[in-house]
């Protein structure tokens, strides 16, 4: 089981950066493939990006040039480094975390969810 906890968010004008972290304080961490997803009032829970336990990634094409997802095994944490921010990036940011291989830009798919971190950009 991961217990998740994400750090990070706050408030940045557009074209500013942001760095996510997402510690896990369990024992398996190298084992789960990690994601990132983003909610809006009133909307549904987006996917963002996922790296695999290999280190493969995948992005959502709105974020594709702009964000990357990078994850050290050793410190049991994922990151995502968020630039050129754009005001429709504004969400509270969850990290998840899933056993699974494939279809992981479906919330459904993951086993375990962070509190979330709210990322706000002005412009």
């Known amino acids: 089981q991961v217990q998740l906890v994400e750090s990070g968010g706050g408030l940045v004008q557009a074209g500013g950066s942001l760095r996510l972290s997402c510690a896990d304080s369990g024992r398996t961490f190298s084992s789960y493939a990690m994601g990132w997803f983003r909610q809006c009032p009133g909307k549904d829970r987006e996917f963002v990006a996922v790296?695999?336990?290999?280190?493969?990634?995948t992005y959502t094409d709105s974020v594709k040039g702009r964000f990357t997802i990078s994850r050290d095994n050793a410190k049991n944490t994922v990151y995502l480094q968020m630039n050129s921010l754009k005001p429709e990036d504004t969400a509270i940011y969850y990290c998840a975390a899933s056993l699974r291989w494939t279809n992981l830009r479906a919330t459904g798919s993951y086993d375990s969810w962070g509190q979330g971190t709210q990322v706000t950009v002005s412009s």
């Open positions: 790296i695999r336990s290999g280190g493969i990634t």
